[in-house]
């Protein structure tokens, strides 16, 4: 039976157990149980600090368990390419040193082409990611079209065979169970309504169940951090796009990880089945919030308008983008009406996407819709994610915006935020994700690549 529903009914995700006390004082009180902000309590947890780590859902119940679980170097923004890396590594031990399997294989990553202009911009970024010792290679038409042998005129490619994918469903809620056993206090269900802070700098937070004294304050609130951060003063230029992701039932083997044409997009999922995405295509939902910040994003759409649908939807008025003020800390919240920010899929896409795939892949035909659930993929205009402190309010720091990036690159983030806050040695270089960027008049130019 098709399955629809989204996880505050049916979860995408596992369980996770989680605490029922509040902490009177922590070192660091860390926002949002998505793969960034388990990411960053487990890094600090090893780092001998005290957290609460605090969500106003569920662990990965929004765009964490909503995503592809891609974890891949190939054609990542230079900028991100050393902290990439290192979270590649990070992914390639985090089985063992926690004691899960978090469904992480290096099944390889291919795109083919039939575009000489698509081609030479993947063979420019291959160059470049020589000096960072990837081992992504270009692929001539021969051997494209022996790698993705479905009759088609591949004039080339690339391919990543070093990349691969982890499990959303439960990467992060095994995270976030080994969180606990090293002290983090995990509260689900429990929202964040704000922060206090005395003699400008911050003192902790106020959730809907009471007060929790700390440090440093660490939002990783995915598509609601702008919002937050309005709430106290702070501008986080941020912008979503509704998405639409489904499952198919098991078919043959065409590829073994992941493949990207200028049609589709399919994953091999370890059940045998696909993950599969047509023609690349979001819908941008205009919101108050979109309207405040178009300004900033006019680069980023020009360049990405082609794979974009754009409309109103409920988003106007209701979710991470929806017009509000300032709200009280002592009522309930416009995060607490939204414990799952699940928008829902688009099925008019189904049909036509499977139909493009089996017609690419005859090996494929009578595959079928196993289930389909929709996501907010938030980004910056830059594309790039903001891991940085804000230097206007003292002990608050971001992790947010990650463009679609964020769950493989999650893993190195939540290290680089943890060593922000604990003023250690960063892991990378964490100038290219500053806040400051974002406010400072910077130009921040076109994105660079996806």
Not at 147 to 172: K, L
Not at 211 to 219: G, L, M, P, Q
């Amino acid at each position: 039976m098709l399955d629809t529903t989204d996880s505050r009914t049916t979860p995408l995700v596992d369980r996770v157990a989680g605490d029922t006390e509040l902490p009177a004082r922590v070192d660091v009180v860390v926002i949002g149980g998505g793969v960034a902000g388990v990411a960053t309590a487990y890094a600090l947890a090893k780092k001998g600090r005290s957290v609460a780590l605090v969500e106003k859902g569920r662990v990965a119940g929004e765009q964490s368990c909503r995503n592809w679980g891609w974890v891949r170097l190939q054609n990542r923004d230079r900028r991100e390419l050393p902290l990439m890396q290192h979270s590649m590594d990070l992914w390639s031990g985090l089985d063992a040193e926690i004691g899960a399997d978090l469904g992480f294989r290096r099944t390889g990553l291919i795109y083919v082409t039939k575009d000489p202009k698509e081609l030479a911009t993947w063979d420019a970024w291959v160059s470049m990611a020589q000096s960072y010792q990837v081992r992504t290679r270009m692929l001539s038409a021969e051997e494209a079209r022996a790698m993705v042998p479905n009759g088609q005129a591949w004039i080339g490619g690339v391919h990543s065979p070093n990349d691969g994918r982890a499990e959303p469903a439960i990467a992060v809620p095994a995270l976030a169970a080994a969180c606990r056993r090293l002290g983090v206090v995990l509260l689900q269900d429990c929202a964040v309504r704000g922060m206090e802070t005395t003699g400008g700098r911050v003192t902790g937070v106020v959730t809907e169940r009471g007060r929790i004294a700390a440090d440093a304050v660490v939002c990783a609130g995915g598509a609601w951090a702008s919002m937050f951060c309005r709430r106290h003063g702070i501008d986080l230029p941020q912008a979503g796009v509704r998405s639409t992701v489904f499952a198919t039932t098991p078919g043959a083997e065409v590829t073994p990880g992941g493949l990207v044409t200028p049609e589709i997009t399919i994953s091999r999922r370890p059940d045998g089945g696909y993950l599969i995405a047509a023609l690349n295509r979001g819908q941008l939902e205009i919101t108050p919030q979109g309207l405040r910040y178009a300004r900033q994003f006019w680069p980023t759409f020009q360049t990405r308008r082609k794979n974009l649908r754009i409309g109103i939807g409920k988003s106007f008025l209701d979710g991470p983008e929806a017009l509000l003020g300032k709200w009280s800390f002592d009522k309930p919240s416009p995060l607490e009406r939204n414990r799952v920010f699940a928008p829902p899929p688009d099925l008019s896409i189904v049909d036509g996407a499977i139909k493009l795939v089996t017609d690419a892949f005859p090996a494929l035909k009578g595959i079928a819709l196993a289930r389909a659930w929709g996501g907010w993929i938030d980004s910056t205009p830059d594309a790039i994610p903001v891991i940085s402190a804000v230097e206007k309010l003292p002990g608050f720091f971001l992790i947010a915006g990650f463009s679609g990036h964020g769950f493989g690159l999650g893993l190195g983030a939540g290290r680089l935020a943890a060593d922000l806050v604990t003023g250690d040695a960063p892991v990378v270089d964490p100038t290219p994700f500053r806040y400051a960027r974002m406010v400072d008049g910077s130009n921040l130019g076109k994105p660079g690549m996806m």
